[in-house]
């Protein structure tokens, strides 16, 4: 499957951002999808999953009750609504697949830049 996360931007400290992933080239629903950032010079951190059905969702605790994470199977997108934005949001943002009962995610999207301003 291939994917392309848009909606990356500049936004204030408390401000609001939504990012969205398309996938083509799969069967969207037998993906999980996952979120995950980097900051240069830092390794990659998990950010958000979200289930094949999107029943089920999990958060990394520094974005928990902050950030959510949805798909729409219909239109093979997935979306990170991402609210009370602070600085240390800022990195790229990257959407991911894992196909099935995979443990690791194995197509990722080119990622998009949140840059939140303090």
């Known amino acids: 499957v291939q994917l392309q996360a848009s909606g990356g931007g500049l936004v204030q400290a408390g401000g609001s951002l939504r990012l969205s992933c398309a996938a083509s080239g799969g069967i969207f629903s037998t993906y999980y999808m996952g979120w995950f950032r980097q900051v240069p010079g830092k390794e990659r951190e998990f950010v958000a999953d979200i289930s094949w059905d999107g029943g089920r969702t999990y958060y990394a605790d520094s974005v928990k009750g902050r950030f959510t994470t949805s798909r729409d199977n219909a239109e093979n997108a997935v979306y990170l609504q991402m609210n009370s934005l602070k600085s240390e949001d800022t990195a790229v943002y990257y959407c991911?697949?894992?196909?099935?009962?995979?443990?690791?995610?194995?197509?990722w999207g080119q990622g998009t830049l949140v840059t939140v301003s303090s």
């Open positions: 991911a697949a894992k196909f099935g009962g995979r443990v690791n995610y194995d197509s």
